[in-house]
């Protein structure tokens, strides 16, 4: 045996024993130590245990077990204004200062003004306008720079911390659960595909190739010195959100996922698709019905379908119907958030 | 312990254990017992050593081995004509029998009449518009049955065997050495990814979220039962071809291969993208050189790039210049088919 197949023995025997350590861990102790007892914790433990049981007529094979993930408002918080918004606005005057012919075009005048009420105004079009200004025409290698850096200083006007550190504590418990369970947990976001991608292995476990989310066109380039590099172009190669979310998934995925969970009716294609298929599955909307630890903004709100998923009355009635499961941030999560 | 938590950690150390007695059946024999001794064997087994003894300075950690590879004339037979453009043509009469009023229109009147030597004239655009009427405008589930029933029929002109059965023996070595080395091996083509996802499991181990493909668009949409189903658009996404391959590397992926293996100049951007990377890094290419057991059309034929990829002279220099290796098949492979 070579040197290179001994320390590969001693990889994968080290794979083996810690995904086994991890298994007799969730069997010593609860995997889910966030959640109160109530039927979301018993919902997502009957589903661990059916479909992960050789001896249960719903097993799934390994290789079939994917589970998908909703990011803005399922993982991390998304109210009131969504993180990625945030980050491209904050990015305006940076793209000002190189083409200074913008600071008197909208909506860049507006959100240079700082005027937060006027802001608050900007129409899907203005956004798309300084998502393109902000998140295109730069190399990847330069956006995910810019990024990092943004992670690493902003703030949230709430809680005063990065905002990766919003995630719910019971949905990375959730996912870790998953994956120990053998499950690989993809995150299928509306959200830029780029952008989430600099941070989900840090902040989710979960690697770019299991990410999937809004993507714009690239272009394959060399630089001066014959490096190849790709340029982020303004051209929406997938609009993830909405039925756009299982498209995304049979483009990226090509499997039907054993169980989805989301906030809003911007995942509702997605808990359809999931659910429509054989055996057991799992549907989950996180109703963010929790003012104090965080917002009140669901069904009982009566909102309207907008062009931005929310989580409406009509979605509310199809979870019940189809036997969806609903989980109440202020009953079911004992935290919320790590740092609380 | 509950008892789907004890199948788990059966699986989990099954799945370790496998794994491990895989590297232990590497180290005790050959795991390329198709390639004859020489340069592109000998590559091979460095870049692996290399990569995955961590006591290597240039050792890659397990989440970032990722290898991808060309399917048509790298993996499988390609000449004279591309499996997939042999299914499309096989399917015009089906489609002409839904929509007699094309028996009259180029270019399926062509298709219909059998005169092969027409059927070779055909142009580029002519083939778009036979891949157009014959998979999309159907719902995903019909595509994949209509093309497992065709692989199940369908024989090749000059071995009279399954399609499927044209498969490379020493790729296939290469796929599982790499494969139990912990590299996930992608299949990057210029084909359809619908197309290959139906097969590339069963004849190459490789599951659909790891094959990258030529795209169109989908929609969901609802059957008169109400159940989601996905229809194939007319509407290309990503063109996986030449620079396309590593855009939809960095789409589908998001992370730059270690190695990549192909055999003509629709591959030759994602070898550079490859190779630009830090560390060792692993680039092939196949050269058909063997008339005998297989076919000659590399670059001694010196053929002029087109809009298909080909083995040019320019290819063949790059690939010195840059220290790619090229495989030849009448000398690296001592066995070309496993039928043999």
């Known amino acids: 045996m070579r040197t290179g ?21 969730l069997a010593q102790s609860d995997p889910l130590p966030s959640w ?10 009957e589903f661990v245990h ?25 993982l991390w918080v998304e109210h009131p204004v969504y993180t990625q918004v945030v980050y491209c606005l ?58 990092k850096k943004w992670l690493d200083t902003a703030r949230d006007a709430r809680w005063k911390r990065p905002y990766t550190e919003l995630t719910y504590l019971p949905m ?29 292995e840090q902040v989710y476990g979960i690697p770019p190739e299991q990410v999937v989310g809004t993507a714009g066109g690239t272009s394959f380039g060399y630089d001066k010195k014959g490096r190849p590099f790709f340029t982020k172009d303004p051209k929406l190669l997938l609009n993830d959100d909405f039925a756009g979310k299982p498209e995304g998934i049979h483009l990226m995925i090509g499997r039907r996922p054993y169980a989805a969970v989301g906030n809003s009716t911007g995942d509702r294609q997605m808990l359809e698709y999931t659910t429509a298929g054989d055996g057991a599955r799992l549907a989950m ?27 409406t009355e009509a979605l509310y009635d199809e979870a019940m119907k189809q036997g969806w499961v609903v989980i109440s941030m202020k009953n079911d999560w004992k935290r919320v958030f790590s740092f609380e």
Not at 11 to 23: C, D, E, Q
Not at 287 to 306: F, I, M, N, Q
Request: proline share 4%.
């Open 5 to 25: 197949e001994r320390s590969l023995w001693a990889v994968m025997l080290a794979v083996g024993a810690s995904l086994a350590l991890s298994i007799q861990a």
């Open 36 to 45: 109160n007892d109530g039927v979301a914790k018993s919902a997502i433990n």
């Open 50 to 74: 059916t479909t992960t049981d050789q001896a249960s007529p719903k097993f799934v094979p390994l290789a079939e077990r994917i589970a998908t993930f909703d990011q803005d408002g399922t």
């Open 90 to 147: 904050d990015r305006v005057p940076a793209v000002v200062k190189e083409k200074p012919e913008l600071a008197q075009v909208e909506p860049f005048k507006t959100v240079l003004s700082g005027n937060r009420e006027a802001m608050v105004m900007l129409s899907m079009d203005d956004l798309l306008k300084i998502l393109a200004a902000t998140s295109t025409g730069m190399s990847t290698d330069e956006f995910e720079t810019a990024v």
């Open 172 to 200: 990375i418990e959730l996912l870790k659960y998953m994956r120990a369970s053998g499950y690989r947990t993809y995150i299928v976001t509306g959200g830029g595909q780029d952008f989430v991608r600099v941070y989900s």
């Open 285 to 311: 909307l996180v109703s963010h019905d929790d003012a104090k630890r965080e917002y009140a903004y669901g069904p009982a709100l009566g909102l309207p379908d907008t062009k931005v998923g929310t989580f």
